[in-house]
C-alpha cells in the first residue's frame, strides 16, 4: 500500500493525512478536517464529537497505536463520498502488552473538504462482552429491506447479503470454493464449508439489520459494503443486542461468485 499513497484520490488523500495527524497526536491541524457536527462512533458503539475526548479515552487504553493501510475504497453519493479503509494495528497497552496485526476498518463520510463522520470497528480484543446491550446512535437509522435494494448483483447474493436464513445448497453454489476466504471477528479464518456451518448455527441465534449497503463495481469484481447491528444468542446462549457490524463481500465477476467474505463486530473490546 505504501507505493499507492501518492495514486489516492483527493479526499481518501485526505483521509490519510488525517489518519496520521491523529496517529501523531497533532491534534490542532485535524480538527481543521472536521465539520462543525463531526462524529465518530468507536468499537463498543462509544461516541464522540472532540478529539481532546477522543485521545484522553485512548490514554486509558494504550500506550501508543499506528495503523497500516492495506487499502482506500471510495463510494460516490450526490452530495458526499464514503471511504472505507483497511488495515491493521500495531502498539502497546498500558499494561505494556504489545499488540500487532489487529484487524481494523473504518468508515468515513466526507463531503467538500471536510469529514461529516467517522465510525470504527476493529479485532482489537475478544472479551466478554456479550452481556452488553449498546445504545444504537441518537439518530434514528432506518432499516434496509431486500425489496427495496436495486443493484447490480445476482438475486442470489442478494439474498445472502439479507438473510442469515439461506438453504445450505445454495450457499455452496455462492462460493469461489478454490480461493474463497471468509475473515470473522478475531480473524478466524474459514473456507466455505466452515463459513457455512458456521451460517447455519448463527441463523437459528441471530437477527440482524442494515442501515446501510454500498457496491463499488471494478472491472473485475463487485465489493458490497454494509453495516447495521445484530441481536442474538452466542454459543452459551448469553443475550447480546445491537452489536455494531460491518461486512465486504468481494463477488467476482467473471466466476460469477462470492471471492471473499469479511466480518468486523463490536463483539471486540474497545480500542483503536
Known sequence: MKNNIDHLSQESASV?????????????????????????IFPGSMSFRNLDEL??????????????????????????KIIYVRGKLFGITVKGKEFNNIRYIDKFIVSGEKFLRQQVWNDFAKKKLINSRYS?????????????????????????VFSLDFKQNKLQDLFLKDKFLAILPGSKLLNSKHLIDFLEREKTLSEKN?????????NQSHIIYLDGSISGLNIERKKYRNIRFIERIEFDILSNKILSFE?????SEHGF
Open 16 to 40: 490519510y493525512k488525517y489518519l496520521k495527524l491523529m496517529e501523531n497526536r497533532k491534534l490542532d491541524e485535524a480538527k481543521k478536517m472536521l465539520s462543525n457536527d463531526f462524529t465518530m
Open 55 to 80: 485521545v484522553d479515552y485512548g490514554k486509558k487504553r494504550q500506550i501508543s497505536v499506528f495503523k497500516t493501510f492495506e487499502s482506500f475504497e471510495e463510494i460516490n453519493n450526490s452530495s458526499s
Open 136 to 160: 444504537m446512535p441518537k439518530e434514528k437509522l432506518p432499516k434496509i429491506k431486500r425489496e427495496n435494494i436495486e443493484l447490480p448483483l445476482k438475486s442470489e447474493v442478494l439474498d445472502f
Open 210 to 218: 442494515i442501515f446501510d449497503i454500498n457496491l463499488i463495481e471494478n
Open 263 to 267: 466480518v468486523w463486530d463490536d463483539l
